[in-house]
Nanobody, 115 residues
Framework: QVQLVESGGGLVQPGGSLRLSCAASGFTFSMYAMGWYRQAPGRQRELVASITGGGSTNYADSAKGRFTISRDTAKKTVYLQMNSLKPEDTAVYYC?????????WGQGTQVTVSS
């Protein structure tokens, strides 16, 4: 079955960096787009960045210039490199994919940006 397992979250000071990872299994990874979403307390889940199977990327305005999404087909892993983090980036970050008319989510990883 499809599984998405995020890791790499944590506590970081403003201006710092984190790299999130999402290990995928149960489907042909190279064929499907992958996305990173986040949800802050009291707010709706929102798209942060996405990457197609061919490597084309898309970013939310809040992520442009600071975050980079990438994928490693051999490792079946998608990454989100986050630089210049701000307190407003604090949220649970989720990995996502959609196949066969279903959407799949990981369990999420907490990112807290605070001094």
């Amino acid at each position: 079955q499809v599984q998405l397992v995020e890791s790499g979250g944590g506590l970081v000071q403003p201006g710092g960096s984190l790299r999130l990872s999402c290990a995928a299994s149960g489907f042909t990874f190279s064929m499907y787009a992958m996305g990173w979403y986040r949800q802050a307390p009291g707010r709706q889940r929102e798209l942060v960045a996405s990457i197609t199977g061919g490597g084309s990327t898309n970013y939310a305005d809040s992520a442009k210039g600071r975050f980079t999404i990438s994928r490693d087909t051999a490792k079946k892993t998608v990454y989100l490199q986050m630089n210049s983090l701000k307190p407003e980036d604090t949220a649970v970050y989720y990995c996502n994919t959609a196949l066969d008319y279903r959407t799949y989510w990981g369990q999420g990883t907490q990112v807290t940006v605070s001094s």
